[in-house]
């Protein structure tokens, strides 16, 4: 029998220790992600990174993000920007760069498929 899968709370369940974020240009900004499930190329848990601003880059994969809490700006190497809160719903696909400016700490669920490195666009 095959059974759910399931977090009763994503917006408050314990995600785990935070380490330092690796990529950030901000001093002692950190993040934890937890994976609640994985099949073959398929993933998915929720993430959190504090205050702060780092850089991020999609390679081999793309991720479907649902901002749960907190508050950011996401911008894209043309310049091009856009706010994520509560509520945003994005995909970077592979290949995907940006920059993070996280105001609030911010939570998100997240979805990562990997792809054939041909098919990044």
């Known amino acids: 029998m095959v059974k759910a899968t399931v977090m009763n709370d994503a917006t408050t369940a314990d995600p785990g220790e935070h380490q330092p974020k690796e990529t950030s240009t901000t001093p002692g900004q950190t993040e934890v992600s937890y994976r609640l ?15 702060g601003e780092f850089k991020s880059t999609r390679p081999g994969y793309d991720e479907i993000c649902q901002i749960l809490s907190g508050s950011g700006t996401i911008t894209e190497p043309d310049g091009s920007s856009f706010e994520i809160g509560p ?3 994005f995909v970077t696909p592979a290949g995907w760069e940006g920059h993070w400016t996280i105001r609030e700490t911010v939570r998100k669920m997240w979805v990562v498929k990997n792809v054939p490195a041909d098919a990044e666009q």
């Open 87 to 89: 509520g945003t719903l």
């Open 37 to 51: 499930w994985a099949r073959e190329d398929l993933r998915t848990g929720i993430w959190e990174v504090t205050p």
